[in-house]
Every structure is written in structure tokens, then in C-alpha cells.
Nanobody, 120 residues
Framework: QVQLRESGPGLVKAWQTLSLTCIVS??????????WSWIRQPPGKGAEWMGA???????YYSPSLQSRTSISRNTADNHITLQLSSVTPGDTAVYFC????????????WGQGTQVIVSS
């Protein structure tokens, strides 16, 4: 069974760059045709898709976050990294990584999420 586990700093100061890691177990991230997404949910709001990296290394970003977001991968260690620059308190959220097995936007495996608080 595929397992995803997010990790990160928990607390970040405004205008810094947030860096989160998603370790994927029991499934190579290069497996065709999987897409690995980052999704966040601010307190009291709905989930927001941030971007994804595909099995072939292609990246896709939400237009609203594209200028501040970078998603990369380490195939040797089988993990995915999210970097979000110039964070503000509005970026406070629970951040999740998830697998989309077809590129359709339907996520079949999720991590437990990691809370990030941005202090002003």
C-alpha cells in the first residue's frame, strides 16, 4: 500500500520560503502514469490544489500560485519537495501531498498532512 508522509518546519516567518517534503513509500514516483500533487487547506476554507509533478518530471502549477511555487523530486530517495516563496499569513494551512494515478485530478492516496503557520 502506497504511503505518503509530509514533513516541514511547522512555523515560518513572513516573506521566507517554505519548504516541505513528501516521502513516498512502496511506489516509485517515476511509475507511469502517476502524478504527485501538493494540496493545501487553510483554516475554515476549502482545499486548494497547488501543483503537481508527473512521473516523467513534468511540473504543473496553479495559475494563482505559479509565480511563488516550485515542485521538484528526488528519484533516488523517492520524495517530492514543495517550495513556496514569499509566504504571508494567508499561506497558513495544512499542506497535503497526494497521488493522482491518471492525471484526472482524482486523488487515490493522501498523506496525513502537515500544519504550517506563517507568522507576521
Amino acid at each position: 500500500q502506497v504511503q505518503l508522509r509530509e514533513s516541514g518546519p511547522g512555523l515560518v516567518k513572513a516573506w521566507q520560503t517554505l519548504s516541505l517534503t513528501c516521502i513516498v513509500s512502496d511506489e516509485p514516483i517515476i511509475t507511469k502514469y502517476y502524478y504527485w500533487s501538493w494540496i493545501r487547506q487553510p483554516p475554515g476554507k476549502g482545499a486548494e490544489w497547488m501543483g503537481a509533478i508527473a512521473y516523467d518530471g513534468s511540473t504543473y502549477y496553479s495559475p494563482s500560485l505559479q509565480s511563488r511555487t516550485s515542485i521538484s523530486r528526488n528519484t533516488a530517495d523517492n520524495h517530492i519537495t514543495l517550495q513556496l516563496s514569499s509566504v504571508t499569513p494567508g499561506d497558513t494551512a495544512v499542506y497535503f501531498c497526494a497521488r493522482d494515478s491518471s492525471g484526472s485530478g482524482a486523488f487515490d492516496y493522501w498523506g496525513q498532512g502537515t500544519q504550517v503557520i506563517v507568522s507576521s
